[in-house]
């Protein structure tokens, strides 16, 4: 499994900005941390990435502080359709590939 | 437009059966993974591969394995299903390490049934 470290479940609200943190402490100098979303009966689909300090996108922004051993997802005003499960990824145990940890899966309420 | 394909959305297999779930990608990807996502476990790698005929295990390789012949085709072979392989499997794709930048992309799973 992944050695990544983020909240099983966060609740917000329409309008709201969502702050989701990871913790990744074996990333790797080279790697690069992503984010990905996954809708129900969807497979997960690339949101952000980046190496280090801030990126910012259509969709949400990435702040990567400079050891970069954790990195924090926000998604501005959400609305319901962001609800879903989001992933940062880590290396696995073996350390020869970036995988997939538990998720966090976002409840959006009206 | 990225374009990852499996061969089925649904299947159901009998214990024992062998079973194959083939994907395809049409962007000359050279990494090529599977995965198998279960309620409460997230997405758990079974096999990746860099290139044609080259295979490296993943978290949980046992009981599965894996075939590219192609660089288009991975295929996920389980020899002799079982009840506990019952689960939701995707395929992804990805350019090769140096090009790590843009993720990997993903099929529309298989959810495979062994009865």
């Known amino acids: 499994l992944a050695k990544t470290t983020q909240p099983i479940s966060m609740d917000s609200y329409e309008g709201q900005e969502v702050n989701i943190t990871c913790s990744h402490n074996?990333?790797?100098?080279?790697?690069?941390i992503t984010w990905y979303q996954q809708f129900p009966s969807q497979g997960p689909r690339f949101i952000i990435q980046?190496?280090?300090t801030k990126v910012t996108n259509e969709v949400a922004s990435l702040f990567i502080p400079a050891d970069r051993k954790s990195s924090t997802l926000s998604l501005p005003r959400v609305s319901l359709s962001d609800t879903a499960v989001y992933y940062c990824?880590?290396?696995?145990?073996?350390?020869?590939?970036?995988?997939f940890g538990g998720g966090t899966r976002l409840m959006v309420k009206p | 437009d990225v374009k990852v394909t499996q061969s089925s959305r649904y299947l159901v297999k009998r214990t024992g059966e062998k079973v194959f779930l083939e994907c395809v990608q049409d962007m000359d990807h050279e990494n090529m993974f599977w995965y198998r996502q279960d309620p409460g476990l997230g997405l758990r790698l079974i096999y990746f591969s860099y290139d044609v005929k080259m295979k490296e295990k993943g978290d949980i390789p046992e009981g599965y394995s894996v075939s590219r012949e192609k660089k288009e085709r991975f295929s996920l072979i389980l020899e002799s299903a079982s009840t506990n392989q019952t689960s939701m499997y995707l395929c992804a794709s990805s350019p090769p390490a140096g090009t790590v930048r843009l993720g990997q992309y993903f099929g529309p799973g298989t959810r495979l049934t062994v009865t």
């Open positions: 074996n990333i790797a100098t080279n790697d690069y």
């Open positions: 990824l880590g290396r696995n145990n073996a350390g020869n590939m970036l995988t």
């Open positions: 980046g190496y280090k």
